[in-house]
């Protein structure tokens, strides 16, 4: 039985819509078990599943005359007198799927489900061609509540970290400490040691590199990017310097910029953006970095437990809306800012001093509401604990 994800319940409002559905994410995130779930639950029996990292099902898509693409699904058992269902697994090993998703929707109303890894080639192919005829659902490592179900934990986490007792916390906070160190990857949760767990997350890391780095992403020098990564994951949670990483890595600020923009859109980073009202002093250009994964970070670059933290509380922030950060020149700072109304400061053990200063500068950029979120167990007000995010 598939474990529970809650994208699922977002994907089967569409289910019926005549757009195509294309869940798109990271490797290893759980996208092909996703699809062939959603398979066996539609009822109908005119249906395919195609898994296109098989050359030869690469093949069915590369005829130039649709309609013979058509006469190859018909004999493959599709019937379109009646309504087709068509799942496409790992759709970025074919280049033309767009203009023939589009037409076999425009010309016999097929429901199309897709999947993918990387959004440096879906967003390029399918903006334009299928405009209009799509819904697109980014699938992303576990969240901690989806790891407590992983886990098989029924565990209640509270709105108010006033509510929560310190036993309470205690019960919890091991669990959240698992899900910091390996991360969210569902094939690394449901490993039983710890050696199998790092195993897991060095064939993940391989994987992406290989399919995507290598195959997809035809770089002159891998090695370069290949470093950039390393030096990236060392500097989770910091402004991103290009002219001085340029310099280090003795490549042009254009062809870094190549490099950062491509491991942002196949997931492996995300970079976030200063905030700013207008005409003040804070530093407007550099974006901060961070990590698809807390596991991957954790064992690949050996970070001290605050960055691996605040790499975790953002990877939740991120799921809830748009998220910056705020830092002057002379060193003030906020971690994060959700929809530029809420302020959060990240801190493993916060003390009164860090909740006056968030509140003062929260003031002054006259935003709605502040809190800090503690990696411990915290009586201050204003609290919230990662595992609640």
């Known amino acids: ?39 066996e639950q539609i009822e109908s029996r005119n249906k395919i599943f195609l898994d296109l990292e098989n050359p030869l099902n690469r093949k069915y898509f590369e005829e130039k005359n649709y309609e013979r693409i058509k006469k190859t699904l018909e004999i493959l058992g599709i019937d379109f007198t009646k309504r087709p269902f068509i799942f496409c697994d790992e759709i970025q090993f074919v280049r033309n799927l767009p203009s023939v998703v589009k037409y076999f929707i425009d010309h016999y109303n097929v429901k199309f489900f897709l999947t993918g890894s990387a959004s440096f080639y879906l967003k390029n192919l399918f903006t334009e061609s299928l405009a209009g005829r799509k819904f697109i659902f980014e699938l992303f490592p576990l969240t901690f509540s989806e790891f407590l179900l992983f886990k098989g934990v029924n565990f209640k986490i509270l709105e108010d970290a006033k ?32 050696e199998e767990k790092k195993k897991a997350l060095e064939e993940i890391f391989t994987s992406f590199f290989q399919l995507e780095v290598t195959q997809l992403g035809d770089f002159r020098k891998n090695e370069i990017i290949r470093d950039l990564i390393l030096l990236l994951m060392q500097r989770i949670g910091s402004r991103l310097d290009i002219q001085k990483i340029s310099k280090e890595l003795k490549v042009s600020r254009p062809t870094l910029n190549e490099y950062v923009s491509f491991l942002e859109s196949t997931y492996f980073i995300k970079t976030i953006k200063p905030y700013s009202r207008g005409k003040d002093t804070e530093i407007r250009k550099m974006p901060k970095v961070y990590l698809c994964d807390t596991g991957l970070a954790n064992h690949f670059a050996k970070l001290d437990p605050g960055s691996i933290f605040e790499n975790s509380v953002f990877l939740s ?10 830092q002057k020149k002379s060193g003030v700072e906020i971690d994060f800012i959700l929809d530029k109304k809420k302020a959060y400061e990240v801190k493993l053990n916060p003390q009164e001093s860090d909740l006056r200063k968030l509140k003062e500068i929260a003031n002054e950029l006259k935003l709605e509401d502040f809190a800090i979120v503690s990696k411990s167990y915290c009586e201050l007000d204003k609290i919230v604990y990662g595992f609640m995010l």
Do not use: C, H
């Open 1 to 39: 039985m598939i474990k529970p994800r809650l994208i699922l319940k977002k994907i089967e409002l569409y289910f019926d819509s005549p757009e195509a559905i294309i869940i798109t994410g990271m490797r290893r995130t759980g996208k092909t078990t996703i699809l062939n779930f959603i398979y």
């Open 163 to 194: 509510d929560i007792t310190p036993s309470a916390f205690e019960s919890i906070a091991y669990l959240y400490d698992e899900y910091i160190l390996f991360g969210g990857f569902p094939g690394v949760v449901l490993k039983t040691n710890i």
């Open 317 to 326: 922030l991120r799921l809830k809306g748009a998220v910056n950060y705020y």
